[in-house]
Each structure stands twice: as structure tokens, then as C-alpha cells.
């Protein structure tokens, strides 16, 4: 049990297009989700907090107009990378909550040309 | 400032031998101390948690320790097998709130035959 999904695993575009990234819970329901973004060799940093029904919360430092989040369902949280750049060229990870653990997904990787 | 400290170098052991691992955290005091296994390209895989009332925790060939006095986790896994081989990261999350995750940058260990 406590499955998470991302779609897709691996995108490449052309820099200023808008990229989305889906994240499903597929055996439980995730009031919250989180996004993470790690780039080589460092740690995962939190981006932000998504909560079902509500709007996300930032961490310090990440644009909430640039990084889309949506969480319109238990089990679908999206991000969307609005106007990307080379700089955003990372492994963007997802996690959902269920009690006290959070359980991750397998990672996007996104390089922008 | 606040800091979570892994060793940035590989751990290289012989097959059959116990891996420590370390992770010394300054100017946080978490609820939870968590370890968890990344492979290459994926998601970290949760493995261990410990409340900050625990001392020790095992599982299998897991175990970990947790000193809220020093600020340091130890990890280690017994028998180690090539299969063991990963990036090992700790996590501190905090009671209240949505436990958001606060990530090491994670050691490197590989468990040669």
C-alpha cells in the first residue's frame, strides 16, 4: 500500500513553455501533499505545502506565481512550472501524508533548453 | 543558523560488515527523526522513524539512534549487502503543523563484494 505516481517521469522543453506535473495518491487519500525540488547531489528542499480544497503554502524564496500548485482532488496534487527556464532544470518530487509518514513519489525529472 | 549535517563523502564497506551512518542537526529540535533511502533518478523510500522520547529503533538489519543531547542520529545497517548500496538521507520533522519534512543532503553508501 501507500502508492505514489508522478507523471510524467521525464520532460524536456524549450525554455518559456509551461510544464505540469501530476502527482496521484492511488491507494489512500492525501488531505496533503508536498512538492520538492533536489538538484544534483543536494538535498531535497520543500517547496510547498499542497492541501486539498485550499491554497498552497510556500516556502521562503519560492515564487507561488511561477509554480503553480493545485490540489482539487484527495488524490491529485499538480504543479505546474509557468514560463520555465534553464535554472529550472531539476528532479521535482511529491510526497502525500498519511498519518505521520509521507510517502514519495518516483520523481520528474525537467530540463529546460 | 540552522543546519542538518550528513557526511557529503561515500561510505565504501566490505560486504558483511555494519554501516554507520551520521546525521548531526544544529538549532532544530524536531519531533521526529526519520531515515530514508534514495536510489539514482528516484524518490527517497522511507525506512525508520524515531520520536524524540526514543532512544533506539530497529528493524531487521536497521537500527537507529537518536540523541536529542548531542543533536545526532546514527544509522546502521548489520550484514550490509551490495544491494544496500544508496544515498541514506535524515529528516527532521516537527509536531504541529502539516510535519513537513526538513532533508540532509544524504551520504552515499557502496557495499562492495
Known amino acids: 500500500g501507500a502508492v505514489v505516481s508522478q507523471h510524467p517521469s521525464w520532460v524536456i522543453c524549450k525554455s518559456g513553455t509551461s510544464v505540469k506535473i501530476e502527482c496521484r495518491s492511488l491507494?489512500?487519500?492525501?488531505?496533503?501533499m508536498f512538492w520538492y525540488r533536489q538538484f544534483p547531489k543536494q538535498s531535497l528542499m520543500l517547496m510547498a505545502t499542497?492541501?486539498?480544497?485550499?491554497?498552497?503554502?510556500?516556502e521562503q524564496g519560492v515564487e507561488k506565481d511561477k509554480f503553480l500548485i493545485n490540489h482539487a482532488s484527495l488524490t491529485l496534487s499538480t504543479l505546474t512550472v509557468t514560463s520555465a527556464h534553464p535554472e529550472d532544470s531539476s528532479f521535482y518530487i511529491c510526497?502525500?501524508?498519511?498519518?505521520?509518514?509521507?510517502?514519495f513519489g518516483p520523481g520528474t525529472r525537467l530540463t529546460v533548453l | 543558523s540552522q543546519k542538518i549535517e550528513q557526511n557529503s563523502e561515500a561510505l565504501n564497506i566490505q560486504e558483511g560488515k555494519t554501516a554507520t551512518l551520521t546525521c548531526n542537526y544544529t538549532?532544530?529540535?524536531?519531533?521526529?527523526l526519520q531515515w530514508y533511502r534514495q536510489d539514482p533518478g528516484r524518490g527517497p523510500v522511507f525506512l525508520l522513524l524515531?520520536?524524540?522520547?526514543?532512544k533506539e529503533k530497529r528493524k531487521e538489519r536497521l537500527k537507529v539512534t537518536f540523541d536529542t543531547t548531542l543533536k545526532q542520529s546514527l544509522f546502521h545497517i548489520t550484514a550490509s549487502q551490495p544491494a544496500d548500496s544508496a544515498t541514506y538521507l535524515c529528516?527532521?520533522?516537527?509536531?504541529?503543523?502539516?510535519?513537513?519534512?526538513?532533508f540532509g543532503a544524504g551520504t552515499r553508501l557502496a557495499v562492495h563484494p
Open positions: 510526497s502525500a501524508k498519511q498519518g505521520n509518514e509521507q510517502f
Open positions: 491507494d489512500f487519500q492525501a488531505t496533503t
Open positions: 499542497s492541501n486539498e480544497g485550499s491554497k498552497a503554502t510556500y
Open positions: 538549532n532544530y529540535s524536531p519531533a521526529y
Open positions: 524515531i520520536r524524540e522520547n526514543e
Open positions: 529528516a527532521l520533522s516537527f509536531s504541529g503543523g502539516y510535519n513537513k519534512l526538513i
